[in-house]
């Protein structure tokens, strides 16, 4: 339950601070977006069972059984502008997808996407060049709703990071302490919608228009 809480706070703060009134205030006043919720959040969080916290928790329960995972993704760049992709092996078809997983507690998003970089692909050696502005949310298939974390999730809702690969292709390695990819490659962003499974697909296109500009070599 802190897992969900922690994640539904972040979640709720970055939707308040998205709203167009909300960002134009904050500019008239000359706050900082960055401060604003850093300070949202360790507010919200200090205030154990209180109504900000309660309505966070709202915000990811609500729908079908099930609430949103509060989780990351990372489109990784080389140095041609293609990203990394890996192939599950824990589907029978070829679903390719981009790291990805969720937030622990206490962790912030970039934490916990450099933490799934070292789990999935065995490295972290990466620059942060972009994020969305704001959290992407997927479903899971009927199917595999019931089945993933004993029924808690009904999909995944997801902060993104665009980060660049520093390091080389030798520094890759999928043979981690939990492995989730059975191979990888580098693909055109254009293509990974294509690519991925049916019901990741709006996410992956969502990513590919925001970040659609970094897919150009490095300069």
């Not at 979640?11 to 949202?40: E, F, W, Y």
Request: with cysteine; hydrophobic share 40%; net charge negative.
């Amino acid at each position: 339950m802190e897992d969900q809480s922690q994640g539904a706070i972040q979640i709720l703060v970055q939707d308040l601070l998205s709203d167009p009134l909300t960002q134009l205030m904050m500019k008239a006043d000359g706050v900082d977006p960055a401060r604003a919720s850093a300070l949202l959040i360790f507010v919200c969080a200090a205030l154990t069972r209180s109504p900000c916290q309660k309505e966070a928790q709202l915000t990811v329960s609500s729908g079908r059984e099930g609430g949103y995972r509060a989780g990351v993704g990372i489109l990784l760049f080389n140095a041609r502008g293609e990203v990394f992709v890996g192939q599950r092996n824990d589907i029978a078809e070829a679903a390719w997808q981009a790291p990805q997983g969720g937030v622990d507690d206490g962790e912030t998003p970039l934490q916990a996407a450099l933490r799934e970089l070292r789990e999935e692909i065995g490295t972290d050696r990466v620059e942060v060049i972009a994020e969305t502005d704001r959290w992407l949310r997927y479903d899971f298939p009927d199917e595999a709703a019931a089945a993933r974390w004993n029924g808690q999730w009904r999909g995944q809702q997801q902060k993104w990071f665009a980060m660049r690969f520093l390091g080389t292709d030798d520094d890759i390695d999928l043979e981690t302490e939990h492995p989730e990819f059975s191979a990888w490659r580098w693909v055109a962003l254009a293509d990974l919608p294509a690519l991925a499974a049916p019901f990741k697909r709006d996410v992956y296109q969502a990513l590919s228009t925001q970040f659609g500009s970094l897919s150009v070599p490095a300069g």
